[in-house]
């Protein structure tokens, strides 16, 4: 089974560049034909590419290497650069060393050199000067760039599923596509994002992540904490889902707006729509009244189990999505395809 990654220690090292060469021009009848000895190729780099068929950091090694340059030849020939390696990471992955971000791809086919390789040594032939007409040494190629980098991932989804635990999301996502995220009666049944793709008539795909469930403190890394709040940053508009069958179902939304504010401030006033799941049972028919007071945010009453109105959501997702594609038009930027 390959498990939904999103942190990756990686060791990165150029390869080394390629030895000049040493020789001597040697024909007959021509005693001093002078150094011939030709540059080292230089060492190859180690590039990250954002690519958008990948979905998570497992497939990542822990060690890359690039190819070493070759050694000078004879006759001025220059040795061959070695070849870069090409990482692939997954769109939306941080690159962090020593605790500070050194590059964020978040477009596809966006690229970072991780590690440059080492420049290739100097021929003989390099060193021939009036003073000097039949130099003797070379230098050696130089290693290659040493890194250790912590890559991490952060989900680049249009839409996040945010709610308690219990509250439905899992099944609301099998429901609106064909993720198949786990669930289950008890908290903290999804333990990794799922990404679910909604299709529609034109082609157009909207992605919706399914979230861990967040607790009160999860800003203070709590329950499962920060580690999955920094997946919601990317998402460019939240669906709020609220049980509607528990007491005062809106306390659930002021507390999960305070969560994200206090993880980052502006978070919780991005475009966002109320989902209150669970209505095909007596308690919530009572409560969706109630919620639809206490709120100003547009609600969508719906069941994940029955599949009662999902028509509304998945029609409503569609209008966030034209209304951010439009946004990013406007602004000069290509929005997020997937």
Request: net charge positive; with cysteine; hydrophobic share 35%.
């Amino acid at each position: 089974t390959r498990y939904f990654v999103d942190h990756r220690k990686v060791r990165v090292v150029g390869g080394q560049g390629g030895e000049g060469g040493h020789s001597f021009y040697s024909e007959p009848r021509k005693i001093y034909g002078g150094p011939d000895g030709g540059n080292g190729g230089d060492g190859g780099h180690v590039i990250l590419k954002a690519d958008q068929q990948m979905k998570s950091l497992s497939s990542l090694l822990p060690f890359y290497q690039g190819f070493h340059g070759e050694k000078g030849g004879r006759k001025n020939c220059y040795g061959a650069s070695g070849a870069c390696v090409y990482v692939k990471v997954p769109v939306g992955t941080l690159v962090k060393e020593d605790g500070k971000v050194v590059a964020d791809l978040t477009r596809h086919g966006e690229e970072y050199v991780a590690a440059y390789g080492g420049a290739g040594g100097k021929g003989n032939r390099f060193f021939l000067s009036n003073e000097n007409r039949a130099p003797t040494f070379f230098t050696p190629g130089e290693p290659g760039q040493e890194r250790v980098l912590h890559l991490e991932l952060k989900t680049t989804a249009h839409a996040g599923l945010v709610g308690f635990p219990n509250a439905g999301k899992s099944s609301l996502l099998r429901a609106i596509s064909r993720a198949k995220p786990a669930v289950a009666a008890y908290p903290f049944t999804t333990l990794n994002p799922h990404v679910g793709i909604v299709h529609y008539q034109d082609y157009e795909q909207v992605a919706v992540a399914d979230i861990p469930g967040l607790i009160k403190g999860a800003h203070q890394n709590r329950g499962l904490g920060m580690a999955f709040l920094r997946h919601i940053e990317r998402c460019r508009f939240l669906l709020y889902v609220v049980d509607l069958s528990v007491s005062q179902p809106w306390i659930q939304l002021q507390d999960l707006k305070y969560e994200l504010e206090q993880y980052k401030k502006g978070l919780s006033e991005r475009p966002c729509v109320v989902i209150g799941n669970k209505i095909d049972l007596a308690q919530s028919r009572i409560n969706l009244p109630l919620l639809k007071e206490q709120i100003d945010d547009r609600v969508i009453a719906l069941s994940a189990l029955t599949g009662d109105n999902l028509e509304e959501l998945v029609l409503h997702l569609r209008e966030l999505y034209d209304t951010y594609v439009m946004t990013e038009q406007s602004r000069g930027q290509s929005p997020v395809k997937w």
